[in-house]
C-alpha cells in the first residue's frame, strides 16, 4: 500500500491519462478513483484512503494562493493546469461533508479530428461561415469541448484569421497554425464573461468562442457579434436542437421573443446537440450527434417560432448534412458499434427508434 504523502497529483493525472479516463476524483475518506467510458472505477495499483491533509496537500499544489484564499472564501473554485505533452486539466475544488474535495477532469492535449471523433464530414462545412452563430450542446460531460476544438482547430489550419476564445477555465490550448489564437480565462486574463464580450469586439476578432451561454446579457452579445460580422461558437447544456432554441428563448421576457427569433432565424448557423453512447465492445464511447443546419426553410420556420417543425426539417434534410439524433444512433446499431439496448436508452424518440431498428 502506498504512502498517501508520497503521491503527486501529476502522477494521479498520469495514471488516469493512461487509463482514458475521462476525471479523476478526490474526497476524505475514499481512495482516489476515476471516470472512465462514463462508469466509476478504482484506479489501478494499491492506493490508500485519503485524508483531509492528503487532499488539502494535494489540491494546494496545484493552486496559488489568490485560488486558495478564493476557496476558502467561497468553498468552490474552478481551475486548470497542465501535464506537459500530455493533458490539461480543468479541475473544480469543492466542500463536500465540511472537507474538501475536488474533480479533475482530463482533456487530452492532441486535438482529435472530426473523422476521429466519428462526427459526420459535413460538420465541417460549418467552419466556412464567415459569420453567425454556432451552438455545441449536451450534458455535462459530453464533449462539446472536444467537437468545438476540433471545429476550431479546422479553421486555424484553413484560414487566416483572429480566433479569440473566452473560457472558464481555459482547457484546450490552441497554438498558432494558419490563424492567431488569443485565449482569454475568466479570472486569470479578464472579470467574467460579460466584459470579455463586450471588449472583444475591439480585438479585430473573425472567430469567438464563448465557453458557455450561461444568460441573457452574453446572449445578446454573442448575437450581436455573430449580427456584425463575427462567426461565434458556444455551448448550451441541453438535449436536442428543440430544446435549445426553446432554452434560448424562454432566457428572455415575453415581450422580446418575436424579435428575438427574427434575430435567431437571421445569425444562426447550426445547432449540435451531442451524447457519448458506450460501445458494444466496451472499448470507449462514440459520438451521437442531432445536427441541425440553418437552410433557409429551417431559418423561416425559426423565424415564425414554428420550432416544432424543425425535427422533420433534420429528418429529411440529409442532403444538408443534418440528422436526428435517432439517425444517429441507428447507424450506430446497423454497423454494430452499439447494442439496441444502449440506442434506446439514449434515444431522441423512443418509439420511432424502435420502428427504425425493426426495418
Known amino acids: 500500500m502506498r504512502d498517501a504523502a508520497s503521491i503527486d497529483i ?31 472505477r478504482d484506479l489501478p495499483g494499491e492506493w490508500p484512503v485519503l485524508t483531509e491533509h492528503d487532499v488539502e ?50 482533456v487530452p492535449s492532441r486535438i482529435r479530428t472530426l473523422e476521429e471523433l466519428g462526427m459526420p464530414p ?29 471545429l ?13 476564445t473566452i473560457e472558464d477555465p ?14 482569454r480565462e475568466i479570472g486569470i486574463d479578464t472579470e467574467d464573461f460579460y466584459p470579455a464580450m463586450r471588449a472583444v469586439v475591439r480585438e479585430a476578432p473573425d472567430v469567438i468562442l464563448v465557453g458557455e451561454m450561461r444568460d441573457t446579457t452574453t446572449m445578446n452579445v454573442a448575437l450581436q457579434a455573430g449580427e456584425t460580422g463575427h462567426l461565434v461558437f458556444s455551448t448550451v447544456h441541453t438535449a436536442s436542437a428543440y430544446e435549445t432554441l426553446d432554452r ?8 422580446e421573443k418575436v424579435h428575438l427569433s427574427q434575430r435567431l432565424s437571421n445569425s444562426l448557423r ?30 423561416k420556420a425559426i423565424e415564425d417560432g414554428n420550432f416544432g417543425d424543425l425535427y422533420h ?24 458499434i452499439i447494442t439496441e439496448e444502449v440506442a434506446y436508452n439514449y434515444a431522441g424518440i423512443l418509439s420511432e427508434l424502435k420502428q427504425m431498428l425493426r426495418r
Not at 64 to 87: H, I, P, S, T, Y
Not at 152 to 164: A, K, M, P, T, W
Not at 171 to 183: A, G, L, R, W
Not at 325 to 330: E, G, K, V
Open 313 to 336: 426539417l433534420m429528418n429529411e434534410g440529409g442532403f444538408w448534412g443534418m440528422q436526428t439524433m435517432n439517425q444517429s444512433l441507428a447507424r450506430y446499431v446497423k454497423a454494430g
Open 170 to 183: 481555459l482547457e484546450v490550448e490552441h497554438q498558432d497554425k494558419n490563424s492567431y489564437v488569443s485565449q
Open 152 to 164: 476550431l482547430d479546422i479553421i486555424n489550419e484553413q484560414r487566416r484569421c483572429h480566433i479569440v
Open 10 to 40: 501529476r502522477e494521479l493525472i498520469e495514471v488516469g491519462y493512461n487509463e482514458t479516463a475521462s476525471d479523476i476524483f478526490l474526497k476524505v475518506g475514499s481512495k482516489p478513483r476515476m471516470k472512465q467510458f462514463s462508469f466509476i
Open 57 to 106: 496537500r494535494l489540491m494546494r499544489s496545484v493552486m496559488n494562493e489568490r485560488q486558495w484564499n478564493k476557496f476558502l472564501d467561497n468553498r468552490e473554485m474552478d481551475l486548470a493546469f497542465v501535464l506537459e505533452g500530455k493533458c490539461r486539466v480543468r479541475t473544480n475544488v469543492y466542500s463536500q461533508r465540511g472537507t474538501i474535495a475536488s474533480v479533475m477532469r482530463i
Open 248 to 255: 434560448v428563448i424562454n432566457m428572455f421576457p415575453p415581450h
Open 122 to 150: 459535413s460538420l465541417s462545412e460549418i467552419t466556412k461561415n464567415r459569420q453567425g452563430l454556432v451552438l455545441v450542446t449536451g450534458p455535462t460531460g459530453s464533449g462539446k469541448t472536444t467537437t468545438l476544438s476540433a
Open 270 to 299: 447550426a445547432v449540435v446537440a451531442q451524447k457519448l453512447v458506450p460501445r458494444a465492445d466496451g472499448n470507449g464511447r462514440v459520438v451521437a450527434a442531432e445536427i441541425l443546419i440553418c437552410t433557409p426553410t429551417v431559418s
